[in-house]
């Protein structure tokens, strides 16, 4: 899947693609590193690129320890519906947990993911850590 300039952020923002999780994309792609400002806008851009099946920049941003040695693409028929941020908590300048539900629906069947993500910054760059799945 590919996005115009003027498309609407897969992420739920409300904000267009190129002025939301786009322009971490984007930065990312040109060699600037992951420049997300927060915990949220990572996942944020996480999901929007799951979406998009940008799979260098999901390994980029998983913190190495848990990183998994590859990512399979998007499965043939699978859409993505739609990301709510149910809630951001910085623990300190280091360290944050993101609540989110992602849905998607394959195959006629939906799926929902609810998650409580951990996050840490290092050397200025955001992380996913790993989650608690409910």
Same mark, same amino acid.
């Given at each position: ?9 897969? /992420? #739920?923002?409300?904000?267009?693609? %190129?002025? /939301? =999780?786009?322009? @971490? $994309? &984007? ?12 915990? !949220?806008?990572?996942?944020?851009? *996480? ?8 799979l ?5 941003? @998983?913190? +190495? ?7 399979? +693409?998007? !499965? +043939?028929?699978? *859409?993505?519906?739609g990301? !709510?941020?149910?809630? $951001? =908590? &910085? &623990?300190?300048?280091? $360290?944050?947990?993101? !609540? ?6 394959? #195959?006629?069947?939906? $799926?929902?993911?609810? %998650?409580?993500?951990?996050?840490? *910054? %290092?050397? #200025?760059? @955001? ?8």
């Amino acid at each position: 899947m590919t996005m115009t300039s003027s498309a609407a952020c897969p /992420c #739920g923002s409300g904000r267009i693609y %190129e002025a /939301c =999780c786009g322009r @971490w $994309h &984007q930065d990312f792609a040109a060699g600037l590193g992951l420049r997300a400002p927060d915990a !949220e806008a990572l996942m944020r851009s *996480r999901y929007s690129a799951y979406v998009l099946d940008k799979l260098d920049y999901l390994l980029a941003s @998983w913190h +190495p320890s848990t990183r998994p040695a590859s990512l399979a +693409p998007n !499965e +043939p028929g699978l *859409r993505w519906l739609g990301l !709510e941020v149910k809630r $951001h =908590c &910085q &623990q300190d300048a280091d $360290h944050a947990t993101v !609540e989110f539900v992602a849905r998607g629906k394959m #195959g006629g069947r939906a $799926h929902r993911l609810h %998650e409580i993500s951990r996050f840490v *910054r %290092e050397d #200025g760059a @955001w992380l996913y850590v790993d989650g608690d799945v409910d």
